[in-house]
């Protein structure tokens, strides 16, 4: 029987230029100054028409669900386009070379359901992944699963393949795509006035230009852009995390500096921001200045202390893969606390609490049962079919303590019109029969129900008889004594610590 959890093998696109964070940093702020500035209805036309529009979501299914209804996720990706620059500019830049076609810079931010709080994660560019079945944009040809750095998303399937992998990988459903060239960054620096950055030492980076001296120093847009691209700084060994923690200074002090010299109260300061931002930004046509001006009625509030920036934690920065070299592996059981907490909208910065242990649940086996497919491979969405509220809450939960990715928090049983389940039934695509015993392995005295064309997501259907999970590995994966998940709860050990701080602790003194 065929099954897609076989993957098809790749050619990985050329090599690509140095990275650029600049751009992300542009359509961040772009989406800031947008939120917080409470600019007048009168501007709305007007500001309307300056950004390009396009259906990045077209095409996708089998999409995660989402874990509140209020929230809202941007993903916001950074492209290396350099057209209609001169060569004498991007010498100026530092930015020379070929552009390609690629993304250079990847975010997702998460606005809170109450709007009074922003969550950026940055994903490494050279994140070993899935790319999830699709069209490929050169040939138009239909491609299977397969694997590689998530900055190729772009270059095989475009914008609808780069959602469904960041998707994929981080269980979140993504609201909103944000694109930018990194080329407006100069230019909205220059509009706010510049940035005055901060250094202990002195940074030097002659691959990026930057030539900073110890002390506070004021940049305008063409050294700025030097600061948050450097990466090759003898003083900083940290390499690519000393340079996500200086762009996460740089988010704060030009977040600080914007709503604190009277830009975003002086029109003609605002208009000549919002111009330089609006004008290297596509959006998805569901994005418009209308839904982001009613946002910002609710956000005019927010500041840097509202502003968490969280880091993916990764167990290698040096997984060697043939034919894509060294790619940057996540540490699953910390990704998947970190996107949890996102995807049902909690703070990041605090520890997830605890979920007690159902009644009559078995204990938590000595060892993992062995299965071919990893749970962190599989999607899962859960449904209660009993009377007993909150059994399906409490099964969601367990699977996803066990590791498999969940695809919304549990629902009643009467949205599938079903109820007085006794047996616990998993509804499975037969093309997906793989995946499927990893589940009914996880769910020992489950009943298997084969259906045609119902996608990737394996649907569970809780019923009374429900007993807890059975921690599963893949045999391949090594299990840390100590963290398999129990049975009906959280891992048996602590949950591992998010890596985040708020845009106040980090922002010039």
């Not at 600019?39 to 874990?67: C, E, H, M, Q, S």
């Not at 057209?83 to 990847?106: F, K, Q, W």
């Not at 340079?243 to 604190?260: E, V």
């Not at 596509?282 to 500041?303: A, E, H, N, R, Y």
Request: proline share 7%; net charge positive; charged share 20%.
């Amino acid at each position: 029987m065929a099954t897609r959890n076989t993957a098809a093998g790749r050619t990985p696109p050329p090599a690509r230029p140095a990275r650029r964070w600049a751009m992300t940093i542009t359509g961040f702020l772009a989406v800031l100054v947008l939120l917080t500035s409470g600019i007048g209805w009168a501007w709305v036309k007007y500001l309307d028409g300056k950004i390009n529009r396009v259906d990045p979501f077209a095409g996708l299914d089998d999409r995660p669900g989402t874990g509140s209804d209020d929230d809202l996720n941007f993903l916001v990706v950074g492209t290396d386009s350099r057209e209609g620059v001169s060569r004498a500019r991007l010498n100026e830049l530092h930015a020379g070379g070929e552009s390609c076609d690629c993304t250079d810079t990847m975010m997702i931010v998460h606005l809170n359901a109450k709007r009074d709080k922003a969550t950026v994660v940055s994903i490494p560019r050279d994140s070993y992944v899935t790319f999830p079945a699709h069209t490929d944009k050169r040939t138009g040809q239909q491609v299977g699963e397969s694997k590689g750095k998530i900055n190729a998303a772009y270059t095989l399937g475009g914008r609808p393949l780069t959602i469904a992998t960041v998707e994929r990988a981080t269980n979140i459903r993504i609201d909103h795509w944000i694109e930018v060239n990194f080329l407006a960054f100069v230019d909205v620096v220059d509009k706010l006035g510049g940035v005055d950055m901060c250094t202990p030492v002195p940074l030097k980076d002659p691959k990026s230009g930057l030539d900073l001296p110890a002390g506070t120093t004021h940049l305008d847009g063409v050294n700025a852009l030097k600061y948050v691209r450097a990466r090759y700084i003898a003083s900083d060994p940290t390499g690519d995390i000393g340079r996500t923690q200086r762009q996460q200074k740089f988010m704060s002090q030009i977040l600080a500096r914007a709503t604190s010299t009277g830009t975003l109260a002086n029109p003609v300061k605002l208009k000549g921001v919002l111009e330089a931002a609006l004008n290297s930004l596509t959006v998805d046509k569901d994005l418009g200045i209308k839904s982001l001006l009613d946002l910002g009625t609710k956000m005019k509030g927010m500041s840097n202390s509202g502003v968490t920036y969280a880091q993916i934690p990764l167990k290698t920065m040096d997984h060697q893969v043939k034919d894509w070299g060294s790619t940057v592996l996540w540490d699953e059981a910390g990704a998947r606390v970190l996107f949890d907490a996102i995807r049902d909208d909690r703070d990041v910065l605090e520890p997830p609490k605890p979920t007690p242990s159902g009644k009559g649940q078995s204990p938590a086996p000595h060892a993992p049962a062995t299965v071919e497919v990893p749970p962190s491979e599989v999607w899962v969405q859960v449904y209660n079919g009993t009377d007993t509220q909150g059994l399906g809450g409490r099964a969601h939960t367990d699977l996803s303590a066990a590791g498999f990715k969940m695809n919304a928090a549990a629902r009643g049983g009467q949205a599938i019109g079903v109820t007085g389940v006794t047996q616990t039934v998993i509804r499975y695509d037969p093309r997906w029969d793989r995946s499927v015993q990893t589940v009914a392995t996880a769910l020992p005295g489950s009943k298997l129900a084969p259906v045609e064309g119902l996608g990737r997501t394996i649907e569970v259907v809780v019923g009374s008889q429900y007993a807890g999970v059975t921690p599963v590995a893949a045999a391949s994966a090594p299990v840390t004594s100590g963290s398999a998940p129990s049975a009906g709860g959280p891992p048996s050990g602590p949950a591992p610590a998010i890596t985040a701080t708020t845009g106040d602790k980090v922002v010039c003194k």
